[in-house]
């Protein structure tokens, strides 16, 4: 008896209808290979690729036959993966039927159809073939079970213009993944809702604190002019014009695939602006009690005002000057939006989200704003004590701009400076006001030794400015990195690593980073981390250069700069998902090498 | 107030008009956009064209102590010979049938089971051990196969091959074996080995069985799942 014959007309009187059940066309009791359908004609597999990182399987299944989801399987066939540099993600798989079995429990199975998604990372690059080999494994309902199938099948990716990178798994998710996860997959509105929750949130953090007086900078140097109206409609102005700014620099830096934050915290640009601040600083102080050459402080004052009481289009152009400033901080919103605009292309949903993430952050300057015209009085002293509070306000945010352009032991002498005139100037006030004089007397003294404090402490080698005598910090070495500079260099390190058994870990970092630099100071100089990682192989890449080999090395990652810290187990694969992006405190550092399988679960 | 509209609709404007740039950089020169995504099987392993064998194939596999053990040794006047794998739900679920058939008609009908477990020796063994099996088993892996093949057996679990006293094939039952079917069958098996039946007309008469009994099935199953009750399982 031939099979394939019968087999064909078995299904063609499944197709008239004569049959009713497909699966149990039952024509003899002796050619049992009639009954069922062959397994390649039960399970009809496909699979093509959709874009330059995605491959799609698919299955045809034949009625009454159905594929188990947890038998489910690919790899790449590493014969067409000389380099090794294509990595396959998860299976994306739909949610299938429940099949209880009394066997095994109950099982996810599919009927009739399945697709199945496949991301894969891969570098930039043409046309190119790979192999996988893709094993399954179904049944029939009526009783039959093939045994699990696996099919080679050879795929052509097209070409990809950018290097492209695994979504994350399920299970552990970073805060940026998920993030990217809502961008990609959530409702708009819903989207929109939580980035713009989270553009609140941010507002409350140092990123866009500094924000505020810069605007209560503007907004206080509209003097008597100022309405509650106006003063809402200029926080308006300087709100948009940073949401505009972070809207189109995200979708910019996707698109040109550098690190435009990097660019923005080059240390001239940064200087420059600490500079402005200092001038808008001295412009404060200057109209009324600092007494500068007459020259300088006329043309000051002019720019200043120039600045901030003229054009809206002026106070536009500020706030999306300081949106660069501020995303210094690499906030994980802004990553995951960069992360999500990058992969998909899909400007309209990451533009959107950093748009909404801006307004929210944008919010509590908006209150300020309007607040600030209502309560601010027409006219008088007030105002002047206002605008000097300001222009302390506006120091600190200079010494905040240009502390990371300094060596360490001069960071305290210059955090001094701003503490120091503010307290001149609580002694100036307490002299002037004649009710509750005594409170600024008392702040003029805490300040001043505040100041004294803090230019010890840098004597002595302090240079966290909220902690001016402790000094432990700066006395422990810092952590014995090998510096790498190319893919290369890596490869070569993670090999030597992993021959050895040792789990690597690969420290992005830059000289305008302040989170790299937190890292070392704070996290990477406690005693659990360091014991965590000893006998690791501890790797930094110095992108400050930012030139190609670190491009090179960026895109391999598929990441736009530092702060990142990745992983790699002692079997010299990385731990994709357990990347770190920003700072992170020393206990949470330990509890995600745990949480990695990279360190013992109990200290 | 002008101004303040004025730069609102500023703002506005230099977004749509970044995006909708974007979006044709995006259309005109991605390579996304154009895909020619071509996929070809490197092979697809042609399988031969079995057919089932008129007498019991000579195969030899080991046994649950590990000696090679020929399946024609069996000393039986019906022999049941049972492909399954551990993986296998239907092959676990007919195991009960089986032994309860060799505690019914082993000494009446001279029946012998023999288990073929095509499947990883431990996990045979450990699964065999658990369950209480005791009726002779062989185990194979890659000669597990073989003797598939030689049976004239797709790759596919599980199967029941009935043997008469002089070896000839009566009878092959793909798929789980239901209690209805197997009492039918045995039935002819002991006609045709005490010389009531022809074999001819017992194969022919099986298959009719066969077919009668998997349409009902069928029909159980389907108004079964209408009605959501169960499945449609007499034999158990």
């Given at each position: 008896m031939r099979r394939l014959p019968l087999a064909a007309l078995t299904l063609a009187l499944a197709a008239i209808g004569t049959v009713a059940q497909g699966s149990s066309s039952l024509i003899g009791g002796n050619g049992p290979e009639q009954e069922f359908l062959p397994v390649d004609e039960a399970f009809r597999f496909d699979a093509s690729a959709t874009g330059p990182d995605k491959i799609v399987l698919s299955w045809q299944i034949a009625d009454g036959y159905y594929l188990y989801r947890s038998r489910l399987k690919a790899i790449i066939d590493e014969s067409s993966n000389p380099e090794r540099d294509v990595q396959l993600g998860q299976l994306q798989l739909p949610r299938g039927k429940d099949k209880e079995d009394e066997f095994f429990g109950r099982q996810e199975v599919y009927y009739h159809a399945l697709e199945a998604g496949l991301p894969l990372a891969r570098p930039a690059g043409g046309v190119r073939p790979l192999a996988l080999a893709v094993t399954y494994q179904g049944c029939a309902d009526a009783g039959l079970c093939y045994p699990p199938e696996t099919k080679r099948i050879l795929i052509t990716l097209p070409a990809a213009s950018g290097a492209a990178t695994l979504p994350p798994v399920d299970g552990f998710r970073s805060q940026q993944d998920r993030l990217a996860d809502v961008i990609r997959r959530a409702g708009v509105a819903k989207m929109l809702a939580v980035f713009f929750g989270l553009g609140l949130l941010l507002a409350f953090t140092p990123c866009v604190l500094p924000m505020v007086p810069i605007l209560s900078g503007i907004i206080a140097g509209q003097g008597t002019r100022l309405t509650r109206r106006r003063a809402f409609a200029l926080s308006m102005a300087y709100v948009l014009g940073m949401a505009a700014t972070y809207t189109l620099a995200g979708i910019t830096v996707a698109k040109a695939g550098f690190n435009l934050t990097a660019t923005f915290q080059n240390p001239w640009i940064v200087g420059a602006f600490a500079l402005v601040f200092v001038a808008l600083a001295l412009a404060m102080f200057g109209v009324y009690t600092i007494q500068m050459p007459a020259g300088i402080q006329t043309r000051l004052s002019?720019?200043?005002?120039?600045?901030?009481?003229?054009?809206?289009?002026?106070?536009?152009?500020?706030?999306?000057?300081?949106?660069?400033?501020?995303?210094?901080?690499?906030?994980?919103?802004?990553?995951?939006?960069?992360?999500?605009?990058?992969?998909?292309?899909?400007?309209?949903?990451?533009?959107?989200?950093?748009?909404?993430?801006?307004?929210?952050?944008?919010?509590?300057?908006?209150?300020?704003?309007?607040?600030?015209?209502?309560?601010?009085?027409?006219?008088?002293?007030?105002?002047?004590?206002?605008?000097?509070?300001?222009?302390?306000?506006?120091?600190?945010?200079?010494?905040?701009?240009?502390?990371?352009?300094?060596?360490?032991?001069?960071?305290?002498?210059?955090?001094?400076?701003?503490?120091?005139?503010?307290?001149?100037?609580?002694?100036?006030?307490?002299?002037?006001?004649?009710?509750?004089?005594?409170?600024?007397?008392?702040?003029?003294?805490?300040?001043?030794?505040?100041?004294?404090?803090?230019?010890?402490?840098?004597?002595?080698?302090?240079?966290?400015?909220?902690?001016?005598?402790?000094?432990?910090?700066?006395?422990?070495?810092?952590?014995?990195?090998?510096?790498?500079?190319?893919?290369?260099?890596?490869?070569?390190?993670?090999?030597?690593?992993?021959?050895?058994?040792?789990?690597?870990?690969?420290?992005?970092?830059?000289?305008?980073?302040?989170?790299?630099?937190?890292?070392?100071?704070?996290?990477?100089?406690?005693?659990?981390?360091?014991?965590?990682?000893?006998?690791?192989?501890?790797l930094q890449a110095d992108v400050t250069a930012h030139d190609g080999p670190d491009q090179a090395l960026l895109k391999h990652f598929g990441i736009f700069g530092p702060p990142t810290i990745a992983f790699y187990g002692p079997d010299g694969h990385e731990r994709r998902d357990y990347r770190l992006v920003g700072f992170v405190k020393a206990a949470d550092f330990v509890t995600h090498l745990r949480a990695a399988g990279l360190a013992p679960s109990n200290p | 107030m002008p101004g303040m509209r004025m730069i609102v609709l500023g703002a506005l404007l230099a977004i749509t008009g970044g995006l909708t740039g974007y979006g044709l950089y995006n259309r005109l020169f991605s390579e996304k956009a154009v895909i020619n995504a071509v996929s070809s099987p490197i092979e697809s392993p042609e399988k031969q064209d079995r057919s089932i064998p008129d007498r019991l194939p000579d195969i030899t596999l080991a046994n649950r102590d590990g000696r090679p053990t020929a399946i024609r040794s069996f000393d039986a006047r019906i022999l049941v010979v049972n492909f399954w794998a551990t993986w296998c739900a239907p092959c676990r679920r007919e195991i009960p049938l089986l032994r309860q058939l060799r505690a019914e008609r082993g000494r009446s009908q001279g029946l012998e089971i023999v288990g073929v477990a095509v499947d990883f020796r431990d996990a045979v063994l450990a699964y065999a051990d658990r369950i209480g099996l005791d009726y002779p088993l062989l185990i194979g892996e890659e000669d597990g196969l073989e003797a598939l093949d030689a049976f004239g057996v797709p790759n596919a679990f599980p199967a029941s091959v009935f043997v008469d006293r002089e070896q000839r094939i009566v009878a092959v039952k793909l798929g789980e074996l239901h209690a209805d079917e197997a009492a039918f069958i045995l039935d002819r098996v002991h006609d045709v080995n005490e010389n009531k039946l022809d074999l001819s007309m017992a194969k022919q008469q099986i298959a009719r069985k066969l077919q009668e009994l998997a349409s009902l099935r069928a029909r159980q199953q389907a108004e079964g799942d209408a009605a959501r009750v169960g499945s449609a399982n007499p034999g158990h």
């Open positions: 002019r720019w200043s005002n120039n600045q901030t009481s003229g054009t809206y289009t002026g106070v536009a152009a500020m706030g999306a000057l300081s949106a660069l400033i501020v995303s210094a901080c690499v906030a994980p919103p802004l990553i995951a939006a960069l992360i999500v605009i990058g992969q998909t292309g899909d400007a309209l949903r990451g533009g959107g989200a950093l748009f909404a993430m801006a307004l929210g952050m944008g919010t509590p300057l908006l209150v300020v704003g309007a607040a600030g015209g209502h309560w601010l009085p027409k006219a008088g002293p007030w105002m002047d004590t206002v605008k000097r509070f300001f222009g302390v306000l506006m120091l600190l945010v200079a010494v905040w701009l240009a502390a990371r352009l300094f060596p360490a032991r001069w960071q305290l002498v210059l955090w001094a400076i701003p503490i120091a005139i503010a307290a001149a100037l609580f002694w100036q006030l307490s002299s002037a006001v004649r009710r509750a004089g005594w409170i600024a007397h008392a702040a003029a003294i805490v300040l001043t030794g505040y100041a004294g404090v803090m230019i010890v402490g840098a004597a002595r080698g302090a240079t966290d400015p909220l902690r001016p005598l402790a000094t432990t910090a700066s006395h422990t070495p810092a952590l014995p990195f090998q510096r790498i500079k190319t893919v290369d260099d890596l490869e070569r390190a993670v090999a030597t690593a992993a021959s050895a058994g040792k789990p690597v870990m690969l420290d992005f970092y830059a000289d305008w980073c302040v989170s790299c630099i937190e890292m070392e100071r704070y996290t990477f100089t406690d005693p659990r981390v360091r014991q965590a990682l000893a006998g690791w192989t501890l | -």
